[in-house]
């Protein structure tokens, strides 16, 4: 799962980006307590004043959907014991933000992504990339000002 940390005040920087793994071979349950730990990890560091995630989007494969909404699901009960607000964006409503359309592709996003951030490269991890442009969605949902994480998978 990738996370974005975003700070906004008109022009966005970003703070910190990364991903949140645990072992292929590890059991569900093992693999929910670790994620819940490195996200708790990420929220005690960082102290976001949101949590804004993507709306779960079940397409073919139910299994995978399962598992991405049980990791979704630890994400949510860290950010509601601190008393986050979360927000959700549809993805659709993360490439219009971003790109302007849309169904754009990855690729557009990641290039709008580092465009927005002046940043040298595009974010070597599709998720982190993923998880930044859902920041940035936000800040221009919100034309607010703080900083947010932001997971994405």
């Known amino acids: 799962m990738g996370y974005g940390v975003i700070e906004s005040d008109g022009d966005s920087r970003l703070i910190d980006a990364g991903v949140l793994e645990s072992p292929a071979n590890a059991t569900m349950p093992e693999r929910l307590r670790m994620l819940y730990e490195q996200i708790c990890e990420q929220l005690d560091r960082h ?9 779960l989007f079940f397409a073919r494969n139910v299994t995978t959907a399962i598992s991405v909404g049980q990791a979704r699901g630890v994400v949510l009960l860290a950010a509601a014991q601190r008393g986050l607000h979360v927000q959700e964006y549809s993805p659709s409503e993360v490439k219009h933000s971003i790109v302007g359309y849309g169904k754009a592709e990855k690729s557009q996003i990641q290039e709008m992504v580092r465009i927005i951030l002046d940043l040298d490269a595009i974010p070597a991890s599709d998720d982190a990339a993923d998880a930044i442009a859902i920041a940035i969605c936000h800040a221009h949902h919100t034309s607010g000002y703080g900083s947010y994480l932001n997971t994405g998978r």
């Open 47 to 55: 102290r976001p004043g949101v949590l804004a995630v993507e709306q």
